[in-house]
């Protein structure tokens, strides 16, 4: 697992939101089927849509929203009337065919040459509901006004439009106000159109080049950062160090504790009672700051929904008090598919640990069929066994690679078979199980799906190899690939003597970054859902320590890969229902749902014994897919167990700027990436080294290591000090009966408004 360094920290990172005061608003629930696991997502049924922003002026810009308050996107098929925003906006085929029917029932009403004269006016404003900029236009994004019956439009625009078709009011809107008003007073009935900030008013805000230069690519900030928003999906969870899905159309997800416990969460975004696993008995973890060992990776079989296997990695100490990682396959019961088996567990594979950390812990089906096994390299520090280390020697199954066949057994009574295309088996000095070796610690690797058009990428495996103490590195594996360890970390030679040794012929990371960037790297997932576009083909990945998210992109060209870094809660950018603007800070694992959506898990205190863990999906504010396009419908699973509703903790970007502001709103800033803020109380740093591998002793060998209670302040490392990663897990506690808050609730309001929940955020610091 990661590494871990503690420093004085805020809990979560936070943009720097200004806090306007606004009254509470009504909600209304949109309609339509989710397209996302757990409840969320912009074209959710169960998500209350709310009013967002200010109308002060100065306050906040307006930012590309539709009137059912989700980003505008690319249809589908081509529009053929509100033609203008056939390429990104705010309206599929459905809806553009809908608006033309208006067109044409107004125009029935108007003779040849109120055609002539209003026919082009008309359908303009009819067709500003497909601007990317709808919600603006349509004041939709301000609270404190009614939602519009015609569009926002420039003095100029309707003054034209007051002098030529002052009589089509009456069939554009029903607002007894506009109707009545200034037949003769061209200025006082522009003004009842006026928007607050004139750069979005109709047609000005098709001319501004500021506003469309970027349209419907991912936002960047000036130093390059890529803007997305988070969604908390779960919480209370005790160091979650995976997500898992069965792969059976169900859409369940299945969260694992380090402590040895599996939850179930449905697509409704509820979680059941009963835990899927529990095997805290016999899983070696303890509430030790920066214990490494405990329940580490789960991978079901790609036939699961016919055989009902899964398979586990976890450490355990055997009755001769011997730490060891155990690989095993259990099934689910016969009664009930939301319960494992745990008399089911059948032992495939058992290595012996020398140190506490470096446990490896990843488990991935490929798409080969096989089972792909990451073991760490035995721990300390520099891989001291033997001449070369473990990661270096091949008849060594530590420091690997491996592959196995789980569906069959090998003639010498294995459990599991060898893949005959395995790199080493005809190589009498390695184990044959090994498919690339010399990797230090892999903490979260992931297979490609591949590009959903055109497969590109597909089958590729991914992973972040958690370095020494100057480089971090994400990796291709590779059949029958050395990655270097301990001969090289990163690109730079660590053991010099090994490292200029002509056979080495080592596999070259896709991307290292050194201690300024992060001490701690956790792999991620290339991204292949359908809910965001402009992310498919990016890799995202963390660092555990600061809490850095990252992307790669890679040029096909000239097959490199770039880095941008991904900051996180932007208030224009995430003033959209249900996203949120923090984070807990230490990165453990990503995870992608049977969808394809991205998730990531974290925590702001990282032991097994404290309850402080979330689940958050990525979303791109910028550009969704088409309404539609993302449905699902999940297959019915029967639970016997009680469900209990998810109850959101984190504050969304609209409940921050709904609060009262009690001082001066914090002057603009840009942000450069996802890290996170020292608190402002003069805490101080601790200092900016890792405590070594090698100092890292097993808890329970009673070596002078100092325990310290999962809620106790962290010790601060020792200089040129290494710390085993804290990625630990306890059983989540029941969560509150009361359904979420902002989820779900319905009230009167005028059509398509939504509302703001009131309330305030919980600055916390770590104590």
């Not at 890529?226 to 059976?248: I, K, S, T």
């Not at 001969?487 to 053991?495: N, P, S, V, W």
């Not at 990252?550 to 249900?578: H, V």
């Not at 302040?713 to 710390?723: H, L, N």
Request: overall charge positive; charged content about 25%; hydrophobic content about 30%.
């Amino acid at each position: 697992m990661n590494e871990p360094y503690y420093e004085e920290v805020q809990d979560f990172y936070t943009s720097d939101l200004k806090k306007p005061t606004l009254k509470e608003v009504n909600s209304w629930p949109h309609a339509g089927k989710s397209s996302s696991s757990f409840g969320v997502s912009f074209s959710c049924p169960y998500l209350c849509l709310c009013l967002s922003l200010l109308c002060l002026t100065g306050s906040l810009l307006g930012h590309p929203q539709c009137l059912d308050y989700g980003p505008p996107f690319q249809p589908p098929f081509r529009l053929e009337f509100c033609s203008a925003y056939e390429n990104f906006g705010c309206c599929d085929q459905e809806r553009d065919n809908s608006i033309a029917a208006k067109y044409w029932d107004i125009m029935d009403y108007m003779d040849p040459r109120g055609h002539k004269l209003c026919g082009t006016y008309i359908k303009d404003i009819l067709c500003q509901e497909c601007s990317p900029y709808a919600a603006h236009l349509y004041d939709a994004e301000n609270p404190r006004t009614p939602l519009r019956s015609l569009p926002g439009l420039c003095f100029d625009y309707c003054s034209e439009f007051h002098l030529n078709c002052y009589s089509a009011i009456r069939l554009l809107t029903s607002d007894k106000r506009i109707q009545e008003c200034c037949p003769t007073n061209r200025t006082h009935f522009c003004h009842l159109l006026q928007l607050q900030d004139e750069d979005y008013c109709f047609p000005k805000v098709l001319q501004n080049s500021a506003l469309s230069r970027s349209l419907g690519s991912a936002l960047e900030e000036r130093g390059g950062c890529v803007q997305l928003c988070l969604a908390e999906v779960a919480n209370g969870l005790r160091n979650p160090v995976l997500m898992a899905h069965a792969a059976d159309r169900t859409h369940r997800a299945f969260v694992a504790e380090q402590l040895g416990v599996v939850w179930v969460y449905l697509p409704d975004g509820s979680r059941l009672q009963e835990p899927f696993l529990d095997i805290k008995t016999i899983v070696l973890a303890t509430p030790w700051l920066g214990d490494e060992r405990g329940f580490l990776g789960m991978a079901f079989h790609p036939k699961h929904k016919y055989n009902g296997k899964f398979y586990i990695y976890y450490s355990y100490m055997d009755k001769n008090r011997v730490e060891k990682i155990r690989i095993s396959e259990l099934k689910v019961l016969a009664s009930d598919a939301n319960r494992a088996d745990p008399r089911s567990e059948r032992n495939l594979l058992e290595l012996e640990e020398p140190a506490a950390n470096h446990n490896g812990g990843q488990l991935l089906f490929g798409v080969d069929g096989y089972l792909y096994l990451f073991t760490g390299d035995g721990g300390k520090a520099g891989d001291p066994f033997g001449k070369f280390g473990n990661a270096q020697n091949k008849s060594s199954l530590l420091g690997k690679v491996l592959r196995i066949d789980v569906d069959g057994r090998s003639p010498d009574g294995k459990p599991y078979r060898i893949p005959p295309d395995n790199p080493f088996v005809s190589d009498p000095k390695a184990r044959p199980e090994v498919y690339a070796y010399g990797v230090r610690n892999m903490w979260r690797c992931a297979v490609d799906r591949g590009d959903p058009v055109t497969k590109k990428g597909r089958g590729r495996i991914f992973c972040g190899d958690v370095g020494q103490n100057r480089f971090e590195e994400i990796d291709l594996i590779v059949k029958g690939g050395n990655y270097g360890w301990r001969a090289k970390e990163g690109f730079e030679c660590y053991d010099t003597k090994l490292c200029h040794n002509s056979s080495l012929d080592d596999i070259l990371p896709i991307f290292a970054y050194g201690r300024s960037v992060g001490k701690s790297v956790t792999g991620g997932f290339v991204y292949r859902g359908c809910e965001s576009p402009n992310l498919n083909g990016l890799y995202i990945f963390g660092d555990f320590m600061n809490g850095r998210l990252m992307a790669l992109q890679e040029d096909e060209k000239t097959n490199k890969w770039k880095k941008q870094d991904i900051c996180i809660g932007s208030t224009t950018a995430c003033a959209f229902p249900g996203m949120i603007a923090s984070y807990s800070k230490f990165i453990i694992s990503f995870a992608e749902d049977e969808a394809g959506e991205l998730y990531f898990m974290s925590t702001s205190y990282p032991s097994a014994y404290a309850p402080h863990g979330s689940l958050y999906k990525l979303i791109d504010p910028a550009r969704r897919a088409p309404p539609g396009k993302c449905e699902y419908k999940p297959v019915p699973v029967k639970t016997k167990s009680k469900r209990i509703p998810f109850v959101p903790r984190a504050k969304t970007v609209l409940e921050l700027l709904n609060e009262p502001s009690t001082t001066k709103p914090p002057k603009k800033s840009t942000l450069t990436a996802a890290i996170p803020r020292v608190s402002s109380k003069k805490a101080k740093k601790t200092p900016s080294t890792k405590i070594k591998a090698s100092t890292v002793k097993t808890a329970p060998s009673g070596k002078g290591r100092q325990r310290v209670k999962a809620e106790a302040k962290p010790p601060k490392p020792r200089q040129g000090e290494k710390v085993a990663p804290n990625s630990r897990t306890t059983p989540a506690p029941l969560l509150p009966k009361k359904k979420s808050s902002h989820l779900g609730r319905t009230k009167k309001v005028l059509p398509k408004k939504v509302a703001l929940a009131k309330g305030k955020r919980e600055k916390r610091r770590k104590k």
